[in-house]
Each structure stands twice: as structure tokens, then as C-alpha cells.
């Protein structure tokens, strides 16, 4: 993890070395940060579950480009936190949104992707 100090404020960012063990992966972002999680998902197939009841990390990309949005990120991470009490590791535009408040079970996740 690392502390980011961008123009929506100063928060942490966990990095993809902090997702220990099998991952579920879902999006409610848009398909450029959907296609930067595929590729980390397509490098470590071995790593990625089907079920989140089988995951040991689960991240929800999310977006920030209305309140609705933003809304829905939180809704689905809040509905998987309820069904597995797990912390959610929130990605995509919205974890750089130092500025939007998160639950304390969502951890904020910078943009994993492998390129090459």
C-alpha cells in the first residue's frame, strides 16, 4: 500500500501485491477499467474465483462519474461484504476519489494491470 496525494485529496492506495491468495473480481466501471483487471486476471488465471464465497480478496471496480454511480459501487460492495463479513478492496476511478467517503470495510485499490 502507499499514500497518494492527488487533487481529490491524500489517502492510502493498496497495490495489487496486497491481494494475497484467490481473488473475485467483479465491475460496476466501465470496460477500460474492466479490460485493466482482465489482464492482471489473464496473467494469474490460478488466482481468480468464480465464487466469492471461495475468494480470499474481492474487489469491485468502480466509477465516480455521477452520485448514481458512485451509489451503485457501494451498494454491490456493501451486498458482498454483507454475504461474506470479508473487507472489499474497491478499485477503479472511484478508489482515487479521496474525496467520496467509503465504508471502513471498503479498501481503496489502485489500477491493477499488466501491460505487455
Not at 39 to 56: L, Q, T
Not at 81 to 97: N, P, S, V, W, Y
Request: aromatic fraction near 8%; charge should be negative.
Amino acid at each position: 500500500m502507499k499514500i497518494v496525494n492527488n487533487k481529490f485529496g491524500e489517502g492510502m492506495l493498496y497495490q495489487e501485491e496486497d491481494l494475497e491468495g484467490k481473488i473475485y473480481a467483479t465491475s460496476a466501471a466501465c470496460m477500460s477499467v474492466w479490460s485493466d483487471m482482465l489482464s492482471f486476471a489473464n496473467k494469474y488465471k490460478d488466482r481468480f474465483v468464480s465464487e466469492v464465497r471461495d475468494a480470499d480478496n474481492i474487489v469491485v471496480l468502480g466509477c465516480q462519474v455521477t452520485d448514481l454511480a458512485v451509489l451503485n459501487d457501494i451498494a454491490v460492495a456493501s451486498r458482498l461484504h454483507d454475504e461474506t463479513e470479508k473487507d472489499i478492496f474497491m478499485g477503479g476511478c472511484l478508489a482515487q476519489r479521496m474525496d467520496i467517503p467509503l465504508p471502513e470495510y471498503i479498501k481503496r485499490l489502485d489500477v491493477v494491470r499488466v501491460v505487455g
